[in-house]
Every structure is written in structure tokens, then in C-alpha cells.
């Protein structure tokens, strides 16, 4: 079975940092792009940041840019999110997310974890 | 920053109805829109994906359609299990994705 699973989530104060990890298992992690999609509570989905399969390549939304990095450990079938910097406005729910096709960014996300509750306290 | 507006904010209907959502970008992303049904503690799950294809295991009430700016989810008979929220997402600027701000539908 294919499953995504999240987790470093918790209590943080402003200015402080937080890495989220996202498990990932039943598919060939390395041949697939990965993404990070968040939603702040009674909101939307926002897009946070994307990686290649290799990790070479790394995008994020301007809210997020020079505060988090997205990285991934192929080897551990593993995805990343260090967050620095935390603000009030960064609490949401933290999902990963796969692509539907390996080796594209031009896809759906087909593949979504559970999410990890971040909590900025301000 | 591609913008994607969705419409209607709320949909009120009934079970056994016909519901029409819409997505509206606003610049052109092709074919690359998807959208996804999210139920309330429930992580997203992808419905439709290229516009108009099903994702798999998706019931065929539910298609899309649409190109360029303007997109259509239709569920052709709502089941008392389709009510929830619906969340369009253009992936032809990707890797700088958006979402819309999704549409409720609710029983009448």
C-alpha cells in the first residue's frame, strides 16, 4: 500500500524552528517529485515548497522562501521540512504530498500523508 | 502567481441532485488542473486530474472538463457521501502550484 506519513509537528514559540519528517513507503520514493502543502485551521491548501528526485532541485511559495528548506534522504524513503523562523501565521496542518507521475513536476498530487499540526505561539 | 477563483463560495443541495463547481484561473494553465474532495479531518483526496481524467477509484458521477481558464467539476447525482469541500489546483506553472479556495457543499 502506498502511504505517506508525517510527523514533527508540535508547540513552537515565534523565531523558533521545527523539522517535519514524511515517511514514505509502497512506492520508489527516489523516482518521484515531493511536495509540502499546508492548511491553517477553517482555511484552505496553501503550497509550501517542492523537491526533484534528487533533491537538486528545491521551489518554494514566497511566504515560506529563505525560512524553510525542503530536502529528502532517498536512501531512508524519506522527506523534509526544516523550519526556521516561525511566525503565528505559519500554524496549519502539514501534509507531504507525491506527484501522480515519477519524474514530472507537471502533475496532480495523487498521494497525500495525514499532516502534522504546527503551532506558532506568538 | 497564477490565481485560481472558485465558485460558488457554498453550494446548498440534495441528495440525488446534479452540482456544478467552477474554477477559474486567471491566466491560462492548459489542461493542468485537478481537483480534490477533502472531508472534514480527512487529508485531501485527488477526484480528477489533466482537467478530465479520473484518478483511480473514483466514481464516474464525478467529471471535469475545461481548458485554458475556465473548469467545470460536475457530480452528476449527489450521494450523501459527496458533501464536503472541493479544491481546484493548477499545476501548469508547476513547480509553483495553487490552490483555490475551495468550494462547500453542503445538504439542502
Known amino acids: 500500500e502506498v502511504q505517506l506519513l508525517e510527523s514533527g509537528g508540535g508547540l513552537v514559540q515565534a523565531g523558533g524552528s521545527l523539522r517535519l519528517s514524511c515517511a514514505a513507503s509502497g512506492f520508489t520514493f527516489s523516482t518521484y517529485a515531493m511536495n509540502w502543502v499546508r492548511q491553517a485551521p477553517g482555511k484552505g491548501l496553501e503550497w509550501v515548497s517542492t523537491t526533484s528526485v534528487s533533491g537538486g532541485n528545491t521551489y518554494y511559495a514566497d511566504s515560506v522562501k529563505g525560512r524553510f528548506t525542503i530536502s529528502r534522504d532517498n536512501s531512508k524513503n524519506t522527506l523534509y521540512l526544516q523550519m526556521n523562523s516561525l511566525r503565528a501565521e505559519d500554524t496549519a496542518l502539514y501534509y507531504c504530498?507525491?506527484?501522480?507521475?515519477?519524474?514530472?513536476?507537471?502533475?496532480?498530487?495523487?498521494?497525500w500523508g495525514q499532516g502534522t499540526m504546527v503551532t506558532v505561539a506568538s | 502567481e497564477i490565481v485560481l477563483t472558485q465558485s460558488p463560495g457554498t453550494l446548498s443541495l440534495s441528495p440525488g441532485e446534479r452540482a456544478t463547481l467552477s474554477c477559474r484561473a486567471s491566466q491560462s494553465v492548459s489542461s493542468y488542473l485537478a481537483w480534490y474532495q477533502q472531508k472534514p479531518g480527512q487529508a485531501p483526496r485527488l477526484l480528477i486530474y489533466g482537467a478530465s481524467s479520473r484518478a483511480t477509484g473514483i466514481p464516474d458521477r464525478f467529471s471535469g472538463s475545461g481548458s485554458g481558464t475556465d473548469f467545470t467539476l460536475t457530480i452528476s447525482r449527489l450521494e450523501p457521501e459527496d458533501f464536503a469541500v472541493y479544491y481546484c489546483?493548477?499545476?501548469?506553472?508547476?513547480?509553483?502550484?495553487?490552490f483555490g479556495q475551495g468550494t462547500k457543499l453542503e445538504i439542502k
Open positions: 504530498a507525491k506527484v501522480l507521475v515519477a519524474r514530472t513536476y507537471h502533475d496532480a498530487f495523487d498521494i
Open positions: 489546483h493548477q499545476y501548469g506553472s508547476s513547480p509553483l502550484y495553487t
